[in-house]
């Protein structure tokens, strides 16, 4: 169907979450203007260190880079005509990771194994915990899905065949995915139940990904966050 094969793609992915990595730049800005430390997400960290071996690290520098990128590849995909807009795409698109996020939360549930009241998960500060929200959502989509699964796939096809690379690499992406959430000073402190919660919920996110694309994935990912600090129901 033309929905499904549209919104897998890239381009379209790039797109579809621009809105959601401009609101989450623009939040950094406005909650830590006045602060010289910036709290940010983890995955976000590691691409910014990355890019300060080239030049400097700053605000304008990085994100004028990277929105460089983001309209080159939409510029170059309409200018070869492999891309059009549909806003009801779009808007399906948004819909559907809601409910894959709402899915994955009912799915987690079940194990019930996050305390709200010992571990801070519930945040007060709504600002703040939207972006905290859109943080992981975006960046640790990028990382741990777009780069490090598929870079696992094309490695283990080499040696594998199709079917068990797919399996291995969900696994092994999914497991550095969550041993991720327990390093660095904000890290959490290990717990073996949370551990094989965010290991499920990186398989699960894994497959939304290869199935449905990046932007789908961000957005699962995303609303997932939201509920789990907003709402303790698990």
């Known amino acids: 169907m033309k929905y499904f094969s549209y919104t897998k793609s890239n381009n379209i992915s790039l797109m579809f979450i621009f809105p959601f990595f401009l609101m989450y730049e623009l939040l950094a800005y406005f909650l830590f203007e006045d602060s010289n430390y910036v709290i940010r997400n983890s995955a976000d960290i590691i691409f910014r ?15 004028g ?15 070869k ?8 795409y ?11 996020g709402i899915v ?14 010992d571990q801070n998960y519930f945040i007060i500060d709504y600002s703040y915990m939207f972006y905290s929200c859109l943080g992981a959502g975006i960046w640790e989509e990028i990382l741990f899905r777009c780069l490090l699964l598929s870079a ?6 080499r040696v594998l065949d199709n079917y068990s690379s797919l399996i291995l690499s ?24 949370t551990f094989i919660v965010r290991l499920i919920g990186g398989i699960y996110l894994s497959i939304v990904y290869l199935y449905r694309g990046l932007g789908i994935s961000m957005i699962s990912h995303i609303i997932y966050d939201f509920i789990l600090v907003t709402i303790p129901v698990l």
Do not use: Q
């Open 152 to 157: 696992l796939i094309n490695i283990f096809k």
């Open 170 to 193: 969900i696994f092994i992406s999914s497991l550095i995915f969550s041993m991720f959430h327990y390093i660095g000073s904000l890290g959490d402190v290990f717990n073996i139940y």
């Open 49 to 63: 260190d990355m890019f300060g071996i080239i030049t400097s690290n700053t605000f304008i520098s990085y994100n």
């Open 104 to 117: 994955l939360v009912f799915l987690l549930n079940g194990f019930n194994v996050f305390n709200y009241s």
């Open 65 to 79: 880079f990277l929105l460089f990128l983001i309209f080159l590849s939409i510029f170059y995909s309409f200018s």
């Open 90 to 100: 779009i808007s399906l698109m948004f819909l559907e990771g809601i409910l894959f």
């Open 81 to 88: 005509k492999s891309l059009e807009f549909s806003l009801n």
